[in-house]
Nanobody, 121 residues
Framework: QVQLVESGGGLGQAGESLRLSCAASGSIFSMKTMAWYRQAPGKQRELVALIGPGGSIRYADSVKDRFTISMDSAKNMVYLQMNSLKPEDTAVYYC???????????????WGQGTQVTVSS
């Protein structure tokens, strides 16, 4: 199995910065995609930022130029640097990966348990 554990959430004020970290562990052969999603109360879960195959990066329009996703492949870590935070960034943030555990295995989808980010005005 693959486990994802997020950390770094908490309370911040508008305009401040927070950094989220996600550690992937378990039997991992390779990870094709690593991403951050978020879900605000009463809303659907949405993509925030993604690193895809070949290192392609995609951001939600609402976070472009404010958030930066990065990863350390050697450590199986993915990060989300969140700058210029806004109250509308308040949500539970989830780490996500598509990973396989063996060379000839198939990719599966895995989620972390989520970390709360609350931004006050």
């Amino acid at each position: 199995q693959v486990q994802l554990v997020e950390s770094g959430g908490g309370l911040g004020q508008a305009g401040e910065s927070l950094r989220l970290s996600c550690a992937a562990s378990g039997s991992i052969f390779s990870m094709k995609t690593m991403a951050w999603y978020r879900q605000a109360p009463g809303k659907q879960r949405e993509l925030v930022a993604l690193i895809g195959p070949g290192g392609s990066i995609r951001y939600a329009d609402s976070v472009k130029d404010r958030f930066t996703i990065s990863m350390d492949s050697a450590k199986n870590m993915v990060y989300l640097q969140m700058n210029s935070l806004k109250p509308e960034d308040t949500a539970v943030y989830y780490c996500y990966t598509e990973a396989k555990q063996r060379l000839l295995g198939t990719y599966g989808s895995y989620w972390g348990q989520g970390t709360q980010v609350t931004v006050s005005s």
